[in-house]
């Protein structure tokens, strides 16, 4: 005789402790589809609650509610419980239909229904149903029945201690009905969700110079020498930086040499003319060839004088470390380095496109800088662009300018976060603003 036949107290008892000492639903549940095994052998063991279907499955972690094996056994739970019985032993005999001719394919030969009812009423709110290929014996369904008993009190008790806090209980009763926590609970939150809070977006953001010179390249090149440093103080027309003019200055020695070789044939042949009527034919060609060389040697001239780059106005230059430029080519147009006039400082956002709030003309903002985040810098909205542009991180936002609402000591260059304040709207809105917008992406409803 086996072990768990020889002792079924014992079984019963150590099923009980697990049951109370299960942390969680599911785990008493769980307890109850498997572990009873040790009690009673079977082969297959299935927990259904009205409403709810089948919740726990032996042998299966989680229950796949679509498939055809829970559908079916959906289907007879629900007719074990249309029918009232307690505690049967049951059979494809019992039903009819596609219960009975499918009973073989899902379950072995002989079942047990062991229905769970509410204290005080007739109808089952669930039930476990075992399976097994040997006939039930009487003792074996007495000891189930207390069993399962044992375990659906424990469960309820679980139930009546994570009870909801709007139902109802009996010393709640003799109140009236605005002194209840579940009128005035759910009252005092609509009221909350209702107070109006301005709609506001984080987005990073900088002090930028508001009018900036900006310095590019004059000509095509590489940058051979710089005269002032990074956020050094310039004077207009004081040398910023040069280019390598060797190159220059040898192209401007070939084409002059060129013009003066135009210009003395140009000379030899008009001599000749004066005997010879083909000579006199070829005058205007070397003309043309003059002008040419001429106008040559004159823009090389004037690249010679703008390979070094002066100052338009006062400010503070703003641009990289100079070693990063040295020996750098560049092209016509690049842009170098920036003069800023200091104290001309404004905000610069980057405003992400899921968070693009309408924004009115002098909205405010707020910079926290990541240097000073106790001292913000308070601004008002200049433009908000209409499109959006992408950003050297591969993202796509709005620009953002706002001039400051008082002078701030802080340098160009600080970085933060920047506090978009746009119009009024209910707590609500503010925080299921993000929420909906990411549902309604996803449903597409």
């Known amino acids: 005789m ?41 082969r297959q063991a299935a927990l259904w609650f009205a409403g709810r279907g089948v919740r726990c499955l032996s042998g299966v972690v ?35 239909g596609r219960l009975a001719e499918q ?29 097994r290929e040997l006939p039930w014996a009487d003792a074996e369904v007495a000891l189930l029945a207390e069993w399962v008993a044992t375990w659906h009190h424990l469960w309820l008790a679980r139930q009546r201690r994570t009870a909801r ?50 310095i590019r390249a004059p000509l095509d090149g590489v940058i051979d020498a710089f005269h002032v440093q990074p956020n050094a103080t310039v004077r207009a027309g004081q040398p910023l930086f040069g280019f390598d003019e060797a190159l220059l200055r040898g192209r401007l020695e070939v084409a002059r040499q060129s013009l003066a070789t135009a210009e003395a044939e ?20 070397l003309t043309g060839r003059i002008e040419e060389k001429r106008a040559e040697a004159e823009l090389l001239a004037e690249q010679l004088t703008r390979a070094r780059v002066l100052a338009p106005q006062d400010g503070i230059a703003l641009f990289d ?31 992400p496109v899921g968070d693009a709030i309408p924004l009115e003309h002098g909205a405010a903002l707020s910079l926290h800088l990541n240097a000073s985040p106790l001292a913000p810098v ?56 993000r929420p909906l917008a990411a549902l309604r992406a996803y449903t597409g409803l």
């Open 266 to 285: 140009y000379r030899q042949t008009a001599q000749q003319a004066l005997a010879d009527s083909r000579s006199r034919a070829q005058l205007s060609a």
């Open 62 to 96: 989680q229950v796949e509610a679509n498939a055809p094996y829970v559908q079916w056994l959906d289907g007879l739970c629900r007719e074990l419980a249309a029918q009232g019985r307690p505690s049967a032993c049951i059979g494809a005999g019992d039903f009819s």
């Open 321 to 351: 470390d100079p070693s990063e430029w040295l020996g750098r080519p560049v092209t016509t147009g690049e842009r170098v380095m920036r003069i800023a006039t200091p104290g001309d400082v404004e905000v610069e956002a980057w405003v």
């Open 2 to 42: 086996s072990q768990r036949s020889a002792n079924p107290l014992a079984a019963l008892f150590e099923l009980g402790r697990q049951a109370r000492e299960a942390a969680s639903p599911a785990e008493q549940a769980f307890v109850l589809v498997n572990d009873s095994h040790a009690l009673v052998p079977y």
């Open 165 to 214: 806090w709007w139902s109802p209980h009996p010393a709640s009763r003799a109140r009236r009905w605005w002194q209840r926590k579940r009128v005035w609970l759910p009252a005092a939150a609509l009221a909350l969700l209702l107070v109006p809070v301005r709609l506001t977006v984080l987005a990073p953001g900088e002090l930028v110079p508001a009018h900036p010179a900006v």
């Open 378 to 433: 308070r601004a008002q909205l200049r433009y908000l662009a209409h499109d959006a542009v992408e950003r050297p991180d591969g993202s796509y936002a709005y620009r953002l300018r706002a001039h400051l609402a008082e002078p701030s000591a802080h340098r160009v260059g600080l970085k933060g976060t920047a506090r978009l304040s746009g119009r009024w709207v209910p707590l609500g809105y503010w925080m299921l603003r």
């Open 103 to 131: 009973w073989a394919e899902w379950l072995p030969e002989h079942g047990l229904w062991l229905a769970l009812r509410e204290p005080g009423s007739e109808l089952a709110s669930g039930g476990l149903l075992l399976a």
